[in-house]
């Protein structure tokens, strides 16, 4: 496998499925990340070519694309560690060669580094899962019902309420929320209008925006900074019901985060 990308792009690649920020666990607020290593798989097929960068749990799954030319398509995927290839990628500029088969040569005008590959993603399970389930849903600027579960071993069900708004407010909108201190947030959305919120004992915030694409209504709590993986540039199709999980697809971007559930 052999990629070649802008420093600073590949670094914000990383950061977005790294997604390290500030989780509610436990009963309480920590800093986190959803884990050090990122898989890359080759797609090529008759309407999408390019790399998926992808990481992820039981709980959480993003997934950033990146169009890319693939003459040869062998469907071997690669793990690599985040902070390992971070580490050497900040002591480089401009182009960055990533050229990976037992080990991971990593060259930028005259400097070179080998770091190790791995052999598997520790959560493989459940992001080849999800990525099943996800590989054939794009940003559509229609919104529209969605099925949801079909990998195999998920029973489909429906989505039927969603809405669209930017990355760039998106962001914004949750780092106020993320003031509060708490990290679980709710997104309430009913008559193309959105409500998001976050509060702990008196303390709270709430931000609305009115005028949005939206159909149907729905609510849906959850913890993690799904924020840190988003593209300021793109507009984002929020898929939810009730209580489930929430599906967000941008133009580069996927991100499935599993509900906040309080357990009496």
Same mark, same amino acid.
């Given at each position: 496998m052999q990629l070649e990308y802008d420093k600073e792009i590949l670094i914000r690649i990383l950061e977005a499925v790294e997604l390290k920020g500030k989780y509610f666990s436990s009963g309480s607020l920590k800093s986190d990340s959803?884990?050090? @290593? %990122?898989?890359? %798989?080759?797609?090529?097929?008759?309407?999408?070519?390019?790399y998926h960068f992808m990481n992820g749990d039981n709980?959480?799954? #993003?997934?950033?694309?990146?169009?890319? $030319?693939? *003459? =040869?398509?062998d469907g071997i995927s690669v793990v690599l560690e985040i902070p390992k290839l971070m580490k050497y990628l900040k002591t480089m500029s401009g182009r960055i060669r990533l050229n990976i088969d037992e080990v991971c040569n990593?060259?930028?005008?005259?400097?070179? #580094? #080998?770091?190790?590959?791995?052999? &598997?993603?520790p959560n493989d399970v459940a992001i080849s899962r999800l990525f099943e389930c996800? $590989? *054939?849903?794009?940003?559509?600027? =229609?919104l529209e019902p969605i099925m949801w579960g079909n990998d195999g071993t998920t029973s489909?069900?429906?989505?039927?309420?969603?809405?669209? /708004?930017?990355?760039?407010?998106?962001i914004s909108i949750m780092n106020s929320c993320e003031s509060v201190g708490h990290g679980? @947030?709710?997104? @309430?959305?009913?008559?193309?209008?959105?409500?998001?919120?976050?509060?702990?004992?008196?303390?709270?915030?709430?931000?609305?925006?009115?005028?949005?694409?939206?159909?149907?209504?729905?609510?849906?709590?959850?913890?993690?900074? /799904?924020?840190?993986?988003?593209?300021?540039?793109?507009?984002?199709? #929020? @898929?939810f019901n009730d209580d489930s999980l929430m599906l967000i $697809?941008?133009? &580069?971007?996927? /991100?499935?985060?599993?509900p906040y559930v309080v357990v009496e």
């Open positions: 959803l884990g050090e @290593y %990122v898989k890359i %798989v080759p797609i090529n097929n008759h309407w999408k070519t390019g709980q959480t799954f #993003v997934s950033h694309y990146m169009p890319d $030319i693939i *003459e =040869e398509d990593i060259s930028s005008e005259n400097k070179e #580094v #080998v770091i190790p590959v791995s052999v &598997l993603h996800t $590989i *054939e849903k794009t940003f559509t600027d =229609e489909q069900f429906e989505i039927e309420n969603a809405f669209q /708004i930017t990355g760039s407010k998106l679980v @947030y709710t997104f @309430y959305h009913s008559g193309n209008t959105l409500a998001i919120m976050s509060s702990i004992g008196n303390e709270h915030y709430i931000e609305r925006v009115n005028g949005i694409n939206s159909i149907g209504a729905a609510t849906v709590s959850f913890t993690g900074p /799904i924020h840190k993986a988003l593209d300021k540039l793109s507009m984002c199709n #929020v @898929y $697809i941008s133009g &580069l971007v996927t /991100i499935v985060r599993a």
